[in-house]
């Protein structure tokens, strides 16, 4: 079951939803951070702390990274997206100073624009006192953190470079992801910085919870990640970022063949918001969901292939003042099938969707009510605790 209600906390990236896209895995999903912070001094730590200059703020002049262009897939390379992209990432060093919470720690990130924003996880810069940037050349300069949200753990944060330093990544569409595809991941497993691996898609529209809550959309893949790959980008074969790589699926806390990127439509969707420090506020139905398969459409003669069917609807909810109406009985909820034309075939889908939409949105919601098709419209709200 899934829910647009508020779910009970699960610890961040530590614990799926039993429905991952349009089959569920096992496993610990652990956050691709390398760090080591522990109560007391730690001897040694994974990335020195060592500053190549201190830099003054100026205006910055950046170029966008390159769209490399192929005539069959098959030609994808890595070194051709290597070059291309490795300017536009940074390796983060983060420090915890303060409080019972001390040592250091290793990400990765990506320059979104000419000011020096840079996007990354949010678990890479929780709870620290310092965030030193990296680039290519070895340049340094401290960071302050701008906006984040912990719900799908994104951060943005923000260094002065001297004009001509920098290089802006370039994002693609996620939506146009498909299995097999050519993807590549560079970050800093383990801090080695500036790492590339290369892979498949290996299956897209997965689902997983962080902070209590589902993110949906996102992208499975085989290339290599570890920990201090977290928020570096994966990329397809043209350079374009279309996907943040966060998570790994593992019974240990090394890589086991599966990864999961954020989608980089939602990032894209997100990215203004957090540039301008912005609250992210979770948009929110109101129901508890579950997928209607093939099989259960057919032989429950529903009239539909598959959708998702509304188990109950929360009082007082924007799905309630829809008049939008839920049953554990299947021939008797209202079964989603649409959203503003969209198709939903699974539960992730509607989550997927949502999560690239405003509070306030309006959207039209189709369901397939005891043989009946309607088109409901309904104003999404804020989760009840944001």
Same mark, same amino acid.
């Given at each position: 079951? @899934?829910?647009?209600? =508020?779910?009970?906390?699960?610890?961040?990236?530590?614990?799926?939803?039993? /429905?991952?896209?349009?089959?569920?895995?096992?496993?610990?999903?652990?956050?691709?951070? %390398?760090?080591? &912070?522990?109560?007391?001094? &730690?001897?040694? $730590? +994974?990335?020195?702390?060592?500053?190549?200059?201190?830099?003054?703020? $100026?205006? @910055?002049?950046?170029?966008?990274?390159?769209?490399?262009?192929?005539?069959?897939?098959? /030609?994808?390379?890595?070194?051709?997206?290597?070059?291309?992209?490795?300017?536009?990432?940074?390796?983060?060093?983060?420090?915890?100073?303060?409080?019972?919470?001390?040592?250091?720690?290793?990400?990765?990130?990506? &320059?979104?624009?000419?000011?020096?924003?840079?996007?990354?996880?949010?678990?890479?810069?929780?709870? @620290?006192?310092?965030?030193?940037?990296?680039? *290519?050349?070895?340049?340094?300069?401290?960071? /302050?953190?701008?906006?984040?949200?912990?719900?799908?753990?994104?951060? @943005?944060?923000?260094?002065?470079?001297? #004009?001509?330093? *920098?290089?802006?990544?370039?994002?693609?569409?996620?939506?146009?992801?498909? =299995?097999?595809?050519?993807?590549?991941? +560079? $970050?800093? #497993?383990?801090?080695?910085?500036?790492? !590339?691996?290369?892979?498949?898609?290996?299956?897209?529209?997965?689902?997983?919870?962080?902070?209590?809550?589902?993110?949906?959309?996102a992208i499975q893949s085989d290339a290599v990640i570890n920990p201090g790959n977290s928020g570096g980008?994966? *990329?397809?074969?043209?350079?374009?970022? !279309?996907?943040?790589?966060?998570?790994?699926?593992?019974?240990?806390?090394?890589?086991?063949?599966?990864?999961?990127?954020? #989608?980089?439509?939602?990032?894209?969707?997100?990215? =203004?918001?957090?540039?301008?420090?912005?609250? !992210?506020?979770?948009?929110?139905?109101?129901?508890?969901?579950?997928?209607?398969?093939?099989?259960?459409?057919?032989?429950?003669?529903?009239?539909?292939r598959q959708g998702v069917q509304i188990l109950n609807v929360v009082e007082g909810s924007p799905a %309630?003042?829809?008049?939008?109406?839920?049953?554990?009985?299947?021939?008797?909820?209202?079964? +989603?099938?649409?959203?503003?034309?969209?198709?939903?075939?699974?539960?992730?889908?509607?989550?997927?969707?949502?999560?690239?939409?405003?509070?306030?949105?309006? +959207?039209?919601?189709?369901?397939?009510?005891?043989?009946?098709?309607?088109?409901?419209?309904?104003?999404?709200?804020?989760? =009840?605790?944001?």
């Amino acid at each position: 079951m @899934v829910d647009s209600s =508020p779910p009970t906390h699960v610890s961040a990236g530590r614990e799926s939803n039993g /429905e991952h896209g349009r089959q569920g895995f096992g496993g610990i999903v652990v956050l691709c951070l %390398a760090v080591a &912070i522990v109560s007391g001094v &730690i001897g040694g $730590g +994974i990335a020195a702390w060592t500053i190549g200059r201190q830099v003054q703020p $100026g205006p @910055v002049i950046a170029e966008q990274t390159p769209l490399i262009s192929y005539v069959e897939a098959a /030609e994808a390379s890595a070194a051709a997206v290597y070059e291309a992209t490795a300017a536009s990432i940074v390796t983060i060093n983060v420090a915890a100073t303060d409080g019972e919470r001390r040592g250091r720690g290793v990400g990765t990130g990506i &320059i979104v624009d000419e000011s020096g924003h840079i996007l990354t996880n949010n678990h890479v810069i929780s709870d @620290v006192d310092r965030v030193l940037v990296t680039l *290519l050349d070895g340049s340094s300069a401290f960071a /302050e953190i701008i906006g984040r949200d912990a719900s799908t753990d994104l951060a @943005v944060i923000r260094a002065n470079f001297p #004009p001509g330093t *920098l290089r802006v990544a370039r994002f693609g569409d996620s939506q146009a992801v498909s =299995p097999g595809d050519p993807v590549f991941a +560079i $970050g800093a #497993p383990f801090g080695f910085a500036h790492s !590339i691996s290369s892979g498949i898609v290996s299956a897209v529209g997965r689902t997983y919870r962080t902070q209590g809550r589902s993110i949906s959309g996102a992208i499975q893949s085989d290339a290599v990640i570890n920990p201090g790959n977290s928020g570096g980008p994966l *990329l397809n074969a043209n350079g374009e970022v !279309i996907g943040i790589t966060t998570a790994i699926q593992s019974n240990s806390e090394v890589f086991m063949g599966v990864g999961l990127s954020i #989608p980089s439509n939602l990032v894209q969707s997100l990215l =203004p918001k957090l540039i301008r420090g912005e609250d !992210i506020r979770r948009t929110y139905m109101g129901i508890n969901m579950r997928s209607v398969t093939p099989l259960e459409a057919r032989n429950n003669n529903l009239g539909v292939r598959q959708g998702v069917q509304i188990l109950n609807v929360v009082e007082g909810s924007p799905a %309630a003042q829809a008049g939008l109406r839920g049953s554990r009985d299947l021939t008797r909820a209202d079964i +989603i099938t649409a959203i503003d034309g969209e198709p939903m075939r699974v539960s992730g889908d509607l989550i997927a969707y949502i999560q690239t939409k405003s509070v306030g949105d309006t +959207i039209t919601v189709t369901v397939v009510r005891r043989g009946e098709t309607l088109d409901l419209p309904l104003t999404l709200g804020p989760w =009840p605790d944001s």
